[in-house]
Structure formats: structure tokens, C-alpha cells
């Protein structure tokens, strides 16, 4: 069990660092100005990357996984999309972009977590 929620936390743990580091590069190169709503061209980038870095999540998930490796990357995904359905609800009249960005953070969490999942189990057989 204890294993089970490592891998869990390392693939959620391992999503959050780095696109929280990859939001910081690009504030930093200009790309994304501070204190400013997202266009929607900023959105599809940051959803594009977010797209993979959350299949890497997924996968460091389903390679630490005792056991059912594409149950925990889909676990993955369930509080992914929790996670997503909350940021969207908190930020929703915030004005920080398109209202399509969030919901899609949602909405892409478990196939993007199916695609991790997946990607381990056709390299390990």
C-alpha cells in the first residue's frame, strides 16, 4: 500500500515541479507577461506542454507501481481531474485566461494518464 502511494505521489509530485518550473522559464524568457490573462495561443501552449509532462507523470507512476501499473497511472488521472474540476471552479471569474483552458486540464487528465500508463507497459513487454 505504502509503495502504491508513492508511485501515486511521485508521478503527481514529479507534474506539479515541473510544469511549475517550465510556467516560471517562460515568465522569465517574456513569453508569459506577469499579472496578465492568458491568450488563448499562451493557453495551447501551456496545455501542450502540460499534455506532456502529465503522460511523464503518468508513466514515472506506472514504472513505480508495485503492482497494476495502469490502475495507478489512472488513479493519477482521477485526482488529476479533481484537481483540474477545483483550480477550474476556484479561478473560474479571475479573469486568468480562456474558460476552455481549465476545463480541458480536467477533462485530459485520465486519457493523458492512460497514455502514460500505457507507454510503460508496451516498453516493459
Given amino acids: 500500500m505504502i509503495r502504491s ?26 513569453v508569459y507577461a506577469m499579472q496578465q490573462p492568458l491568450t488563448n495561443e499562451l493557453a495551447v501552449l501551456a496545455t501542450s506542454y502540460r499534455i506532456v509532462i502529465s503522460i511523464a507523470g503518468a508513466w514515472i507512476t506506472a514504472r513505480m507501481a508495485p503492482g497494476k501499473p495502469m490502475k495507478h497511472a489512472l488513479i493519477l488521472g482521477v485526482i488529476g481531474t479533481v484537481l483540474g474540476a477545483m483550480g477550474a471552479a476556484a479561478t473560474w ?13 480536467a477533462v485530459l487528465a ?3 494518464c492512460w497514455a502514460g500508463g500505457k507507454l510503460y507497459e508496451m516498453r516493459r513487454t
Fill in 110 to 112: 485520465i486519457p493523458q
Fill in 5 to 30: 502511494i508513492g508511485a501515486i505521489v511521485a508521478g503527481l509530485a514529479f507534474t506539479i515541479v515541473v510544469t511549475t518550473l517550465v510556467d516560471f522559464a517562460l515568465h522569465a524568457a517574456g
Fill in 93 to 105: 471569474n479571475a479573469n486568468l485566461g480562456p474558460h476552455w483552458y481549465p476545463v480541458a486540464l
